[in-house]
């Protein structure tokens, strides 16, 4: 299970970034035994300056914010309170 999250928002000068973290939960079951394990790391970033966002992959290229705000919960109400 992959589930995208907004993480404390960065504020300098006239610009504010908001860090997107993805988090990945396995599960495994192996006869009786069952596992979970998971990680967590940078999945994206949101840039806003001068009140114009823009979202950016960890290589830095572009990508849609609309499809960001769709998988990360919260991540609307997180930018219009900024």
């Known amino acids: 299970m992959k589930t995208l999250s907004a993480a ?3 504020t300098f000068e006239n610009k504010t970034i ?3 973290e993805e ?3 396995y599960k495994k079951s192996v006869f ?3 596992f979970i394990y ?3 790391k940078p999945g994206a970033l949101i840039i806003l300056s001068d009140g114009i966002p ?3 992959n960890m ?3 572009e990508i849609s914010i609309e499809h960001l705000i769709e998988e990360t919960k919260g991540l609307k109400e997180l ?3 900024v």
Do not use: C, L, R, W
């Open 18 to 20: 908001i860090p997107i």
């Open 8 to 10: 404390k928002p960065i």
């Open 38 to 40: 998971g990680s967590k």
């Open 23 to 25: 988090t990945v939960v």
């Open 32 to 34: 009786d035994n069952h």
């Open 54 to 56: 823009k979202a950016y």
């Open 59 to 61: 290589q830095f290229e």
């Open 79 to 81: 930018m219009n309170n």
